[in-house]
C-alpha cells in the first residue's frame, strides 16, 4: 500500500511540475514576447487542473506556482524599505534645444569622453516605477519608488502582475537580481475598470496613471489581481559576485537579457547613433503613440555603454547619462470665469483663474495658476476671456495664451489685493520680487500651508493627517505651529468632524512615529523657502546639528554643494527670527530628531575625509569598482580636479585630468598605491 502510495504522490509531483512549466512557458512567451503559444481556453483549462491539484496537495505548494500570484487576504499594511540602490527620476527635455543642452552638458564633463556614442531610446510609459529583487531566481520583493531612497514594500501586489515572471528564466541565477520598470494600466483596461466603477456609484479614476499607483497601494492582493496592471521592465542591476551569468555591458544588451528572463520589454525600442536619429524616433512617435493601447508622455533616452555611464555618474536628483524627452503637454481653449487669490505656506498671493471646466490629459480641470500680477499683465488677461490651458509637466494645469480676438464686451481687469484674502492684514510687493505676499506670521492661511507641507509625505509623512483635519485644527485654535501639533490629545482630536475614538489613536501613534524622522527631513519640513528636499539634505550633512546651521554665516552655508547665496540668505534670515528661534525650541522639547544620527561606519575608513577623481584605464579594477572601495573606506569619488582633490587615481591614457592634477599639484595614485592607501599604508 506505502508503495502505491509513493508511486500516486511521485505521479502528481510529476504532473505539477509539468503543469507549472507549461503555464510559465505560455505567460513567457505571451508577456515577454508578444507571441502567445496557447489558446486562452487551453490555458484557463490548465490552470484550474493546477489549482485543483494543488487544493488537494497543499504541501506541494511552490512558492512560484503561477497560482501563488493572488494574495489570500489583504495584508495591513506596508513596511518601507530603503532601496539597495537609489531609484533615480529623470531629467526632462521639452524640445531640441533641451536635449542638446543636455548633450553638451555630459559632453563638457570630461574632454576624454568619446566624441561618438550610441544612444538608446524607448517609450516613457505613464505609469508607476517598481523594483523587484529575485534571490537565486526567485521572486522575493517588490519595492514603490517612494522617494527614490526608500518605497514601500507592495509584494504580494506585485506577484499579481502576470508581467512580472516569479522564477526567472534561467539555469543558474546569480544570487540576486534588481529589475527595475514600470507598471501600468492598458487603456482597454482603464476604460473598463472606470465602466466598472460608474454602475457601483464609486468615484471614477482620473487618468490611467493614478489608476495604477492607487492600485499598486492597495492592502487586498485580490483587487491588485482583477485591475490587470501590465509590466515593461527598463533596468536591471546584478550582484558583483555574478559569474554564472555574461552580464551586459550596454543598455541595448540589457534589455535583451531582460526579456530572454520573462521580462516585457517595450517592442518599440531602437538602438540611435546620433542625436538626429532620436529626434527622428522622437517625431516618428509623436502621432503613432496615439494608437498605442497604453499612455506615453514622451521617450527616454539613454546613453547605451554601462562604462561610459559608470563614469558620468548622477547629480543630487538624476543620472547624468540619460534625459526623458517630453512631448507637448495637451492643450485646450476654455473661460476664464473668475479670478481668486490662494496663500500659500510663505504668505506668497498666487493668482488662480477660475475656469468653465474642461478635459485636459485625462483629468477635468477648473482651475489654474497665473502665478503672479507681471504674469496677468504679461498675459493681457482680463475676467471673462477665452484662454488656452495647459498643464506644465503634465501637472500643474496654467493659462498659456489669451485669445484676445474672442474677448467679450463685459471682460473686466483684475486688480490684486491690497489685503490679505484670508487675514485682512495689509499686504507687501517686496522691490525685487513679483510675488506679493501676507507678512502676517499668525496668518491662518500661511499656518494652513505650513501644517500641509510638514505632514507631506517627503517631509513627517504623517499618516491620516489630511488637509480637512489641518483645516480645522487652525479654525478651532488647537494649533498654531507644528509644534503644537505633539500637544494634541485623542480626546482633542475625537471632537473633530469625521474622526472616531480608532482614528484618533491612530494619528497619534503617527505623530509619536514622526518624532524618528531624521534631522534632514525635519529640516525640510520646516518650509524654509528655497530649500527643497535635495537641499536640505545637503544641508544636514554638511552641518550636522540644528545649531550648527543656525550658528552658520551666509558664506559658510553657501559654501554647501548645490547652495546658491540665494538659498544661504534665506537660510541664514530664517534662524534670526525670534518666532523661528521659538519654534526650533518647541521642537526639541518634544523630541524631533534635530541631529544627524552618529553611525558606525562598517570596517576601517582609511580614506575617511578625503577625495578622489579617477581617471583612464587600470590594470585590474573597473572605475566603478575603483569607485565602490573608496567610499567603501570613507572617501568621497568627484568627476573633475579642483584644488579640493586630495588624490588622482590615474590608469593608462589619463588624458587632462592628469594635466590638470600636475597643475594644480594634486598627488597621483596608481592602482597598487590605492590598494595600499585602503590597506591602511600610507600613500607614496
Not at 542591476?237 to 541595448?252: C, D, K, R
Request: proline share 5%; net charge negative.
Amino acid at each position: 500500500m506505502q508503495w502505491r502510495n509513493n508511486v500516486a504522490s511521485s505521479k502528481i509531483e510529476s504532473r505539477l511540475t509539468e503543469l507549472r512549466r507549461l503555464l510559465q512557458a505560455a505567460s513567457y512567451a505571451y508577456y515577454a514576447l508578444d507571441a502567445p503559444t496557447m489558446e486562452d481556453a487551453v490555458y484557463d483549462q490548465l490552470y484550474r487542473e493546477l489549482v485543483a491539484l494543488e487544493q488537494s496537495n497543499p504541501a506541494l505548494i511552490v512558492p512560484d506556482s503561477p497560482t501563488q500570484r493572488v494574495g489570500e487576504k489583504p495584508v495591513q499594511g506596508f513596511n518601507s524599505l530603503a532601496h539597495r540602490i537609489p531609484l533615480y527620476s529623470l531629467d526632462n527635455a521639452f524640445d531640441l534645444t533641451d536635449l542638446h543642452s543636455w548633450d553638451d552638458r555630459w559632453r563638457r564633463l570630461d574632454p576624454d569622453l568619446p566624441s561618438k556614442v550610441e544612444y538608446v531610446t524607448e517609450l516613457k510609459i505613464d505609469g508607476s516605477a517598481l523594483a523587484l529583487t529575485y534571490e537565486n531566481g526567485l521572486l522575493v520583493r517588490g519595492v514603490t519608488r517612494g522617494d527614490g531612497t526608500r518605497g514601500e514594500e507592495i509584494t504580494p501586489n506585485v506577484r499579481t502582475i502576470r508581467a512580472i515572471p516569479l522564477r526567472l528564466n534561467l539555469e543558474n541565477p546569480p544570487d540576486w537580481i534588481e529589475v527595475r520598470g514600470e507598471a501600468f494600466l492598458g487603456l482597454e483596461v482603464f476604460a473598463q475598470i472606470n465602466r466598472d466603477r460608474e454602475e457601483a456609484g464609486e468615484a471614477l479614476f482620473a487618468n490611467p496613471r493614478n489608476a495604477a499607483a492607487g492600485t499598486l497601494r492597495q492592502l487586498d492582493a485580490r483587487i491588485v489581481a482583477q485591475r490587470q496592471l501590465d509590466f515593461f521592465a527598463y533596468t536591471l542591476h546584478v550582484s558583483a559576485e555574478t559569474i554564472s551569468l555574461a552580464l551586459p555591458t550596454t543598455q541595448w544588451q540589457s534589455l535583451d537579457l531582460l526579456q530572454k528572463m520573462g521580462f516585457r520589454v517595450n517592442p518599440n525600442r531602437l538602438c540611435c547613433a546620433d542625436l538626429t536619429a532620436v529626434e527622428a524616433y522622437y517625431q516618428d512617435w509623436a502621432l503613432r503613440r496615439l494608437d498605442l493601447p497604453y499612455l506615453t508622455d514622451g521617450v527616454v533616452i539613454k546613453l547605451n555603454d554601462f562604462d561610459l555611464q559608470s563614469q558620468l555618474g548622477f547629480t543630487q536628483k538624476a543620472p547624468r547619462w540619460a534625459i526623458a524627452y517630453k512631448y507637448p503637454p495637451e492643450e485646450s481653449p476654455t473661460r476664464v470665469e473668475n479670478i481668486s487669490v490662494s496663500v500659500g505656506r510663505t504668505g506668497a498671493l498666487t493668482p488662480v483663474a477660475e475656469l468653465t471646466p474642461v478635459q485636459l490629459a485625462g483629468t477635468t480641470v477648473a482651475r489654474a495658476t497665473l502665478h503672479n500680477r507681471d504674469r496677468i499683465a504679461e498675459l493681457d488677461l482680463y475676467i471673462g476671456d477665452m484662454v488656452v490651458v495647459r498643464k506644465a509637466g503634465e501637472i500643474i494645469p496654467e493659462v498659456v495664451r489669451v485669445l484676445a480676438e474672442l474677448r467679450p464686451t463685459d471682460a473686466r481687469r483684475f486688480e490684486m489685493p491690497t489685503h490679505c484674502p484670508v487675514c485682512g492684514e495689509a499686504v507687501v510687493q517686496p522691490v525685487d520680487e513679483a510675488v506679493t505676499r501676507c507678512v502676517n506670521s499668525v496668518c491662518p492661511a500661511i499656518l494652513k500651508g505650513s501644517l500641509i507641507h510638514w505632514v507631506s509625505r517627503g517631509a513627517m509623512d504623517i499618516d491620516g493627517m489630511g488637509e480637512k483635519i489641518i483645516y480645522q485644527l487652525v479654525e478651532q485654535g488647537l494649533v498654531h505651529s507644528v509644534a503644537d501639533l505633539y500637544a494634541l490629545t485623542t480626546e482633542q482630536l475625537i471632537k473633530l468632524e469625521r474622526m472616531g475614538a480608532r482614528s484618533a489613536e491612530k494619528l497619534i501613534m503617527a505623530l509619536e512615529a514622526s518624532k524618528t524622522r531624521p534631522w534632514s527631513r525635519v529640516l525640510y519640513g520646516l518650509g524654509l523657502r528655497h530649500v527643497g528636499s535635495v537641499t536640505a539634505q545637503a544641508l544636514a550633512e554638511a552641518f550636522l546639528t540644528v545649531e550648527q546651521l543656525a550658528a552658520a554665516q551666509p558664506d559658510a552655508i553657501g559654501a554647501v554643494y548645490g547652495v546658491g547665496s540665494e538659498i544661504a540668505q534665506s537660510v541664514y534670515e530664517w534662524f534670526r527670527q525670534p518666532a523661528n528661534e521659538a519654534l526650533i525650541a518647541q521642537l526639541k522639547t518634544v523630541g524631533l530628531q534635530l541631529a544627524m544620527e552618529e553611525t558606525t561606519p562598517i570596517g576601517p575608513q582609511p580614506l575617511a575625509g578625503k577625495t578622489f577623481v579617477i581617471t583612464g584605464t587600470l590594470p585590474t579594477l573597473k572605475r566603478d569598482e575603483a569607485k565602490t572601495l573608496i567610499e567603501q573606506a570613507g572617501g568621497k569619488v568627484t568627476g573633475s580636479v579642483s584644488k579640493k582633490t586630495d588624490y588622482l587615481l590615474a590608469g593608462e591614457e589619463a588624458g587632462s585630468k592628469l594635466d590638470k592634477a600636475i597643475a594644480l599639484g594634486v598627488p597621483q595614485l596608481s592602482e597598487a598605491q590605492l590598494l595600499a592607501l585602503l590597506s591602511g599604508e600610507t600613500a607614496v
